[in-house]
């Protein structure tokens, strides 16, 4: 049974930075893209951030480009998703998520992924 566990989340100034981490269990995690999306209290989960199964392309949402990095190590069935210049509100649940064989184009569309984690907290403070 597949599994995903997401750790890394927590309290942080503005400014501040934090590593999530996702570990994937009970799937081929080399065939499966990785996508980041968050849900802030009160909105619609969002796109975040997303890497390619062969880990060589990413997409990011605008409103976290240039601040947020993802990256993969396969042999370690884990995602990476790290945040710097953490702002109020970047204040969300961050949920990783498997798809297996997304293209590039379609990392962003939530309804596409096979497996979810449960989330982690990140709180940004002003």
């Known amino acids: 049974q597949a599994q995903l566990v997401e750790s890394g989340g927590g309290l942080v100034q503005t400014g501040g930075s934090l590593r999530l981490s996702c570990a994937a269990s009970g799937l081929a995690f080399s065939s499966y893209a990785m996508g980041w999306f968050r849900q802030a209290p009160g909105k619609e989960r969002e796109f975040v951030a997303a890497?390619?199964?062969?880990?060589?392309?990413?997409i990011y949402a605008d409103s976290v480009k240039g601040r947020f990095t993802t990256s993969r190590d396969n042999a370690k069935n884990t995602v990476y998703l790290q945040m710097n210049s953490l702002k109020p509100e970047d204040t969300a649940v961050y949920y990783c998520?498997?798809?297996?064989?997304?293209?590039?184009?379609?990392?962003?569309?939530?309804?596409?992924?096979?497996?979810w984690g449960q989330g982690t907290q990140v709180t940004v403070s002003s």
């Open positions: 998520a498997a798809g297996q064989y997304l293209r590039w184009g379609d990392l962003p569309a939530n309804n596409l992924y096979n497996y």
């Open positions: 890497i390619t199964w062969r880990g060589i392309s990413t």
